[in-house]
């Protein structure tokens, strides 16, 4: 002979019948739902991890990231950070300092058109890779595809950093001879005056100081003391002679 069960809850559910055992379950559901909400609430105000979070610089102020920001929506990047800076370091670069420091978290991939685009210097790029390894996230190179997430991808990226880097050394070593040719043919004038040397000369003379210079012409203080050290002006001597002339005439 089969005996009862002696567990309360199923002989309520067995003399309520099928509507209260639903309406048991439903509250149920309804109480473990409730932080579940909650938390997907807050990963939708955070950016989900696994994204792809696009770079793109370029050196001069009157060059534009439109065609990289384009190639790197189309590769799926869902944020996107521009900025206007050298490459030869990371110096300056509060866009790509805030990604790494900030914005990228594990699995994400911090992804760029073309490799010298995150900098010229092999050492940079690779250190750049290393800390996005510690932080869990990876380099993603569009154009050659090039992925860190393997080391298939470590290897290859490095190859192309000694490459690129090698590329502009021999850039500068044309760039240098093709000056030494100029000069040799006496066609080579230099880069254009940009401000009024004679002007700073004499406004020192004056006995205005550097940074009033600099404002007056339109330059940079270190401008100012190179005008003068190649016009061959101490500074010392203005001060005496400065010195000298207000004393005469307070004399007179």
Not at 59 to 68: F, G, K, N, P, V
Not at 165 to 183: H, N, P, V, Y
Not at 203 to 231: F, H, P, S
Request: glycine share 10%; aromatic share 2%.
């Amino acid at each position: 002979m089969r005996s009862e069960p002696t567990n309360s809850t199923a002989r309520k559910a067995r003399t309520a019948g099928p509507e209260a055992t639903a309406r048991q379950k439903g509250s149920a559901q309804g109480r473990w739902a409730q932080p579940a909400s909650k938390a997907s609430a807050l990963r939708a105000s955070q950016p989900s991890p696994g994204q792809l979070i696009g770079y793109a610089r370029v050196s001069t102020a009157d060059q534009d990231t439109a065609i990289q920001e384009a190639k790197l929506r189309v590769g799926g990047c869902t944020l996107i950070r521009t900025e206007k800076a050298s490459g030869r370091s990371r110096e300056g670069r509060s866009e790509l300092d805030a990604i790494v420091a900030f914005i990228i978290r594990p699995g994400d991939a911090l992804v760029v058109v073309k490799l010298d685009r995150l900098g010229r210097s092999t050492r940079d790029v690779l250190n750049l890779v290393h800390e996005l390894d510690q932080r869990g996230a990876s380099l993603r190179v569009l154009e050659p595809v090039i992925d860190t997430g393997g080391p298939m991808g470590r290897m290859v990226l490095t190859v192309l950093g000694m490459v690129a880097e090698m590329e502009l050394g021999f850039i500068k070593d044309r760039q240098r001879a093709g000056i030494e040719a100029a000069k040799t043919k006496g066609v080579y004038k230099g880069r254009p005056v940009t401000f009024d040397h004679a002007k700073i000369v004499a406004l020192r003379r004056e006995g205005m100081g550097a940074t009033d210079i600099a404002r007056a012409v339109g330059c940079k203080r270190g401008n100012v003391y190179k005008t003068l050290k190649a016009a061959g002006v101490a500074e010392a001597k203005l001060v005496r002679d400065t010195a000298s002339k207000q004393i005469q005439g307070n004399r007179s």
